[in-house]
């Protein structure tokens, strides 16, 4: 029996993980009179197994359709559109599914009208979709609006959830109202948000005085006062010039890292993508055309890399060609295209180092906003 206490009394989980290895063939019995009566074939059903983790959204065979009156033209088009009862279906969204785990960063693509925003306000429970399921953190957005809506905040890069006329820090303590938010875990978040944005110094300028870049940062806070488990980013950093392009995503990845909220980032600008997301979700014409990783994505669509060659003085740029590789001149340097499936980007070095003099060696691929207008133009073709 004193074996047993000295198990049970047991309290990490590794600690369990031990005593179910070392204990699978127990058979252990608690009298009648210990709290409760326990049986139990082995460790391993003593602590069973919880299950897979489910993820925190989960999207499965989402389509929306939006019923709207037929277009007429010509004379009297105007007229004709009163009377009529004709209408249009159009569907915006297409057996979209995907899953995201809590902490993941998450590039949400498209071109525009491709059901990006349209997929974002019906996780948000704004919008109910005509069929499909969606659940963030266990819950129905459109059914159970109050409780997602405690759990989640929102960036728009071209509408502002600031009161204007309100300095910056009293639109904080409006929104710290809203949602119950303790003043201990107010002032905390706000001050290493306050230092994290660099903010001091315009907290308390009203929002309509603030440059695009600083209410930038003020939305970004506003979104987070409450810690929800997921933030959906829509353009977060349109607009902003270079340095404050920088601080915004530093400051994203900073809270995906340190805090583990999951990020659902909607963008034109492809280096947002490149800079902040793992994960890409592209969606076309309202259907889901990829999802995994960057390097996947130009892997699957992009089967070309460059060598730009510099050549020593007295080498002709043009004269550098290689059968497996094709050659333009730029700027005076011999740029090489070629298939890694065909010849590798070593094996094309050593072949143009052996033969000539350089001065200088770039290894280059596509961009990723080369591959995304690549991959719409084949769509479109």
């Known amino acids: 029996m004193s074996r047993v206490r000295r198990f049970h009394g047991l309290g990490t989980l ?7 290895s070392s204990c699978t063939f127990l058979d252990i019995a608690f009298s009648s009179h210990h709290r409760g009566r326990f049986r139990a074939k082995s460790w391993a059903s003593a602590f069973p197994y919880a299950g897979p983790v489910t993820p925190l959204i989960h999207v499965q065979q989402l389509r929306k359709e939006f019923v709207r009156p037929a277009e007429f033209h010509g004379r009297f088009a105007s007229i004709r559109r009163l009377f009529s009862r004709r209408r249009v279906t159009k569907v915006a969204v297409e057996d979209v599914s995907f899953d995201i785990d809590a902490g993941e960063l998450v590039g949400y693509l498209g071109s525009n009208g491709a059901g990006k925003s349209t997929t974002i306000k019906m996780l948000t429970g704004i919008l109910v979709p005509t069929s499909g399921q969606v ?4 819950r129905t957005p459109w059914r159970d609006r109050r409780a997602v809506a405690a759990s989640m905040g929102a960036v728009f890069g071209q509408r502002s959830q600031l009161w204007y006329d309100l300095p910056l820090r009293d639109s904080f303590e409006v929104i710290r109202d809203l949602y119950g938010v303790s003043e201990g875990d107010y002032r905390r978040r706000l001050g ?14 009203p929002v309509r005085f603030l440059s695009l870049g600083q209410r930038m940062r003020g939305d970004l806070t506003a979104a987070l006062l409450h810690q929800p488990k997921v933030v959906y980013l829509d353009e977060p950093t349109v607009g902003l010039d270079v340095v404050a392009k920088r601080r ?11 805090l583990g909220t999951t990020l659902l980032l909607t963008t034109h600008d492809m280096d947002d993508v490149e800079a902040l997301c793992p994960r890409v ?3 076309d014409q309202g259907r889901v055309l990829f999802d995994g990783s960057l390097t996947r994505l130009r892997s699957r669509w992009v089967k070309e890399r460059t060598l730009t060659v510099t050549p020593a003085p007295g080498v002709d740029p043009a004269r550098i060609r290689i059968p497996e590789a094709t050659t333009s001149v730029v700027d005076g340097a011999a740029v090489l295209s070629h298939d890694p499936a065909v010849v590798t980007t070593p094996q094309l070095i050593a072949a143009v180092t052996s033969r000539w003099e350089v001065a200088d060696l770039t290894v280059g691929e596509a ?3 080369d591959v995304v207008a690549r991959i719409y133009a084949e769509r479109r073709a």
């Open 14 to 20: 590794e600690s369990h993980r031990r005593a179910r």
């Open 135 to 138: 659940t963030v953190a266990g």
């Open 192 to 205: 290493m948000f306050t230092e994290l944005l660099d903010m001091a110094d315009f907290l308390d300028t």
């Open 248 to 258: 915004i995503r530093e400051f994203i990845a900073e809270i995906n890292r340190e």
């Open 281 to 283: 979700i592209m969606i």
């Open 367 to 369: 961009s990723l906003s």
